[in-house]
Structure formats: structure tokens, C-alpha cells
């Protein structure tokens, strides 16, 4: 079974930076691409940035120029780095992998979140 372990989550101050990153466990068949989302106080779980298994990444507007998504050559980690943080960046972050898993069935795991807040 494959499990996601988040760390790198805390309080830190408006311009600061934090780095987020993922840990995955458990034999897989393919990972097709992995993501951060995040869900503030309130708000739905928004998409923050994506990496597919070719290296090619997406971002959401609020995290373009700020923010990079990086996985390691296994697929097994996934990062979130992130500058210039705002208080808005304020939220409880998820990893996400999708692919297959040993066993051909859709594999789509999520981590059990990390809370960042940006605050002074």
C-alpha cells in the first residue's frame, strides 16, 4: 500500500521561505504525475502546482515565480519550494501521487497534510 509522508510545514514570517516535501512508501508500477494542493480556513482544496513524470510542471497563478515543484529521478519524493511567502499562502498543503500501482490499479494517494502559516 503506498503512503505519503509530508514534512517541512510551520509558521514562518510574510517573505520567508519554507520548503514542503513528500515521501513516498510502498511499491508502485508508474507514477504519472504528482501535485501540491493546499486548502485555507474556508476554501476548497486548490491546485498549487503539478509535476508530470516527463518533468514538465504547472503552477497556479498565485504560485508562479514563487514556488518550484521538484520529484527526484525515482518518483519517490516530491517537493514544494517556496519563496516569498504571503499570509494568503496560509494553508494546509497535501501531496499528491497518480499512477498505477503494483497491482495495475489506479493509484491516486494523497498525503495527510502539512500546515503552513505566514504570518507576522
Known amino acids: 500500500q503506498v503512503q505519503l509522508v509530508e514534512s517541512g510545514g510551520g509558521l514562518v514570517q510574510p517573505g520567508e521561505s519554507l520548503r514542503l516535501s513528500c515521501a513516498r512508501s510502498?511499491?508502485?508500477?508508474?507514477?504519472?504525475?504528482m501535485g501540491w494542493y493546499r486548502q485555507a480556513p474556508g476554501k476548497q482544496r486548490e491546485v498549487v502546482a503539478t509535476?508530470?513524470?516527463?518533468?514538465?510542471?504547472n503552477y497556479a497563478d498565485s504560485a508562479k515565480g514563487r514556488f518550484t515543484i521538484s520529484t527526484d529521478n525515482a518518483k519517490s519524493t516530491v517537493s514544494l519550494q517556496m519563496n516569498s511567502l504571503k499570509p494568503e499562502d496560509t494553508a494546509v498543503y497535501y501531496c499528491?501521487?497518480?499512477?498505477?500501482?503494483?497491482?495495475?490499479?489506479?493509484?491516486?494517494?494523497w498525503g495527510q497534510g502539512t500546515l503552513v502559516t505566514v504570518s507576522s
Open positions: 510502498g511499491s508502485i508500477f508508474s507514477i504519472s504525475n
Open positions: 509535476i508530470v513524470a516527463g518533468g514538465s510542471t
Open positions: 499528491n501521487f497518480r499512477g498505477l500501482t503494483s497491482t495495475r490499479s489506479i493509484l491516486n494517494a
